[in-house]
């Protein structure tokens, strides 16, 4: 079961499609921080179960190989026994001659318990063997992906804030660009075109009415003259007519017909 259980998380883990699942989220830096939190937990998580794994193959690989060095040491304790009752025997000694060859027996019989015990362990010992050689790999995996999680995370942030600095920038551009009408910039230059235009306006009409009090200065001078030199008429002088104007009084009509009458 809990081999089972790790087998599912880094088959899990290591077939995720990363930028397939960024596509659907709503915050993809988000969603990759709680991703890396989470491989991070779960191979964490997984080594130590590969561990135990381990330790429980290598148990079984240490008695293995003490049942293989006890078969050895069995073989060879029953070929000293059985030489030993050669031995007693070639000296005509039948009794210990027999006595030795009873214990080498006893010596093949646990030999070949302990062949025995080691290759029942065998199949264990490569089942377990091709587990971990499994469970090493997802673990690999895991690193791997978690690498690349943490990769696409780092560049994910540096393009972020590469984006925000651009379009902090862009807007401070913006704000300051002199030929953009709807800028700050261009809407003071507006204001100012306004209040210079209203002073020339300003400036015509005070020019417009100080020519007219010109004019009427010019007019009331020239009728000044007028009367001044009718007065002299009257008292029996001559006018005089440098720069002159023989003009009609204010407030009379003259018609060239009544010079006529003269």
Do not use: C
């Not at 995720?16 to 699942?21: G, V, Y």
């Not at 009331?220 to 009257?234: D, F, M, W, Y």
């Amino acid at each position: 079961m809990v081999k089972q259980s790790i087998f599912g998380r880094m088959a899990q883990l290591a077939k995720a499609n990363i930028n397939s699942l960024l596509d659907q989220a709503e915050d993809p830096q988000k969603m990759l921080d709680q991703m890396v939190r989470d491989y991070t937990n779960n191979i964490a998580e997984a080594e130590s179960a590969v561990a135990q794994t381990i330790g429980n193959l290598r148990m079984l690989q240490d008695d293995y190989n003490e049942d293989v060095k006890n078969a050895q040491d069995w073989g060879n304790k029953a070929l000293a026994a059985s030489r030993k009752a050669d031995e007693y025997r070639a000296n005509g000694d039948t009794v210990d001659a027999e006595k030795f060859d009873n214990l080498a027996k006893v010596a093949l019989q646990r030999q070949m318990t302990a062949e025995n015990e080691a290759k029942s362990a065998e199949p264990s010992i490569a089942s377990q063997s091709e587990v971990v050689d499994k469970l090493k790999h997802g673990l690999d995996q895991m690193k791997g992906k978690l690498n690349e999680l943490t990769s696409k995370r780092n560049e994910l942030v540096a393009r972020s804030k590469t984006a925000a600095a651009q379009t902090q920038v862009h807007d401070a551009l913006k704000s300051i660009d002199i030929m953009d009408p709807t800028s700050e910039v261009g809407r003071f230059e507006e204001k100012i075109r306004r209040e210079e235009a209203k002073v020339r306006g300003q400036q015509e009409l005070a020019a417009s009415s100080l020519d007219a009090q010109f004019n009427s200065l010019e007019d009331l001078g020239e009728q000044t003259e007028i009367e001044a030199r009718l007065a002299a008429l009257k008292s029996g002088g001559r006018t005089q007519a440098l720069g002159a104007s023989n003009g009609p009084t204010a407030g009379s009509t003259v018609d060239e017909a009544d010079f006529d009458k003269l």
